[in-house]
């Protein structure tokens, strides 16, 4: 059973800095595109930034410059750097392995808080 857990949220202030890590018990992230995912109170969900198999990364425009996405598959993790944060940033932020175009399905971690405040 693949299972996608998060770490790393929590209250910090505008300006600030949050590292977000993903981790998986069930399936080995090599080889595998990742993603991470943001829900803002009221909003849809939408997607922040993924990283293909072989680290190629793209980023929401809202985000750019800003966030960094990075893999290692030795620790089987995927991270989300976070600067130079915003208030907008805040949400609950989700970790993301579809492997639909694998023949397989779309899983989701739990979420994590990130909220943005002063």
């Known amino acids: 059973q693949v299972q996608l857990v998060e770490s790393g949220g929590g209250l910090v202030q505008p300006g600030g800095s949050l590292r977000l890590s993903c981790t998986s018990s069930?399936?080995?992230?090599?080889?595998?595109?990742l993603g991470w995912y943001r829900q803002a109170p009221g909003k849809q969900r939408e997607v922040v930034a993924t990283?293909?198999?072989?680290?190629?990364?793209n980023y929401a425009d809202s985000v750019k410059g800003r966030f960094t996405i990075s893999r290692d598959n030795a620790k089987n993790t995927v991270y989300l750097q976070m600067n130079s944060l915003k208030p907008d940033d805040t949400g609950v932020y989700y970790c993301?392995?579809?492997?639909?175009?694998?023949?397989?399905?779309?899983?989701w971690g739990q979420g994590t808080q990130v909220t943005v405040s002063s």
């Open positions: 069930g399936i080995i992230f090599r080889f595998r595109p």
């Open positions: 993301n392995l579809d492997l639909r175009s694998y023949g397989g399905s779309n899983y």
């Open positions: 990283i293909s198999s072989s680290s190629i990364t």
